[in-house]
């Protein structure tokens, strides 16, 4: 037990007065099974303890039980785990494993940057499991890397997640493995953050040191309540001049939605896209090939990619070699452009706060907030799968505050 007690001090994973109780409770649950400390279990055994402490314990006395116990068994695992080097056997399985999982994603018709995070997590997994060869992974190991990364790695609740949903793919999809049993996983905290939020003149503070296409951009996120990926992959259809409608077209859980396109920003808007109109039409005369399709489109209508109506809104200035076709064509703007010159733009500006491009999205729902709009309107413009996702902002919202002073004032 000592070197328990020990490893919980060291990586600091409770508080150090809480020490003596999981201690305690790890000491209790084997008295109980009448085992040795250091002695396999199984998980019924665990079921078995915490229904016995239900009759005389509190929720939480349970709660801490089960964490303890849960602790000291991934401990115990990783101790006793097995050594050694990989073979070249091994590492030819697990490169094969990843061979199919780019093969399944692409399938399942996954976006890039979903291929890149998944394959991200598979290495990762892979180092993890050490010299274990794919067909022999178990729940226990996806338990223990899961655990691994709350308790070690202490990453946030969604990066723990992201994780999980990579390596389920993995094992439903290429392994051809169920996984039903997670129940004694070590999950990460989540802890609520406020957004950041910017007022309307630091809003406008900030449009004074941005221009051109970036400064268009920034206008069209804030203004519509964008996500900067929705933002640079818009195409010249999903923007309805008539209407005052722009269309996100599958948008964070593929979903497609509707917003509002600003009045105030349609001119500059139809100027930008007749400079974009040029660049096409340079491409044309180029011989270039057409944008990137989705959903196996290019398969169906193989000039589809070379019509106007589905060219980018934002294209980048130059081209480049699709990663998936190995063609060269015309992608939309890099992410990071915006990025670091919305930062440079707020340190010009004298804003002190942690800007970001995701920062105007919060405004955005924040100022419509204060107008007094409907919160359900304004979870569907912002595309939220649930409204307890948009509650958020009424902790932000300025209306709330009004009418409330300090005692100090008083």
């Given at each position: 037990?000592?070197?328990?007690k ?12 809480k ?15 009448d085992k040795t400390?250091g002695?396999?279990?199984?998980s ?10 239900a009759?005389?314990?509190e ?6 039980a ?15 785990g ?28 996954r976006?890039?940057?979903?291929e ?13 499991c ?9 729940e ?13 790695r ?12 990579a ?23 989540r802890?609520r ?13 900030l449009?004074?040191h941005l ?6 951009m920034?206008?069209?996120?804030y203004g519509c ?23 996100v ?8 939605r509707?917003?509002?396109?600003p009045e105030s920003?349609?001119?500059?808007l139809?100027e930008h ?9 340079k ?21 589809a ?9 934002f ?8 990663p ?9 703007v ?6 670091k ?14 800007v970001t491009?995701h920062?105007l999205?919060?405004?955005?729902a ?32 300025g209306k709330n ?10």
């Amino acid at each position: 037990m000592k070197q328990f007690k020990d490893y919980l001090t060291v990586k600091r994973i409770v508080p150090e007065i809480k020490l003596p109780y999981y201690v305690s409770w790890v000491s209790k649950f084997y008295a109980f099974c009448d085992k040795t400390p250091g002695d396999e279990i199984s998980s019924s055994e665990v079921d078995r303890f915490l229904k016995h402490m239900a009759k005389s314990r509190e929720d939480w006395q349970i709660k801490q039980a089960k964490e303890a116990i849960e602790l000291y068994g991934f401990i115990n695992r990783r101790a006793s785990g097995p050594l050694g080097n990989r073979t070249m056997e091994s590492d030819k399985k697990w490169k094969s494993v990843a061979e199919e999982t780019v093969r399944m994603l692409r399938l399942k018709q996954r976006s890039l940057s979903t291929e890149k995070t998944y394959m991200g997590w598979l290495r990762d997994f892979y180092r993890f499991c050490n010299t274990t060869p794919p067909h022999a992974l178990e729940e226990s190991h996806l338990r223990d890397y899961l655990t691994h990364l709350a308790v070690n790695r202490k990453v946030a609740a969604a990066t723990q997640t992201q994780a999980f949903n990579a390596l389920l793919f993995v094992f439903r999809h290429v392994l051809d493995k169920e996984i039903r049993n997670l129940h004694d996983v070590i999950r990460a905290q989540r802890k609520r953050r406020l957004p950041v939020v910017l007022t309307k003149q630091e809003v406008f503070r900030l449009f004074e040191h941005l221009n051109e296409t970036n400064l268009i951009m920034a206008q069209l996120i804030y203004g519509c309540g964008l996500r900067l990926s929705e933002c640079i992959k818009l195409r010249t259809k999903d923007i309805d001049f008539e209407q005052n409608v722009l269309t996100v077209r599958s948008g964070k859980g593929d979903k497609d939605r509707q917003t509002v396109l600003p009045e105030s920003i349609k001119d500059d808007l139809r100027e930008h896209l007749h400079r974009v109109q040029d660049i096409y039409e340079k491409d044309l005369n180029d011989d270039i090939a057409g944008v990137y399709l989705p959903n196996a489109l290019e398969r169906k209508y193989p000039n589809a990619g070379k019509e106007w109506i589905w060219q980018w809104v934002f294209p980048s200035k130059s081209l480049s070699v699709d990663p998936r076709a190995r063609k060269i064509r015309r992608h939309h703007v890099h992410q990071n452009t915006l990025q670091k010159k919305i930062k440079q733009a707020a340190l010009k500006a004298g804003i002190h706060k942690k800007v970001t491009v995701h920062t105007l999205r919060h405004s955005f729902a924040t100022h419509l907030l204060e107008k007094g709009y409907d919160i359900r309107t304004i979870q569907e413009l912002l595309g939220h799968a649930s409204v307890q996702t948009t509650m958020i902002y009424t902790h932000v919202a300025g209306k709330n505050k009004l009418g409330v002073r300090s005692p100090l004032d008083l």
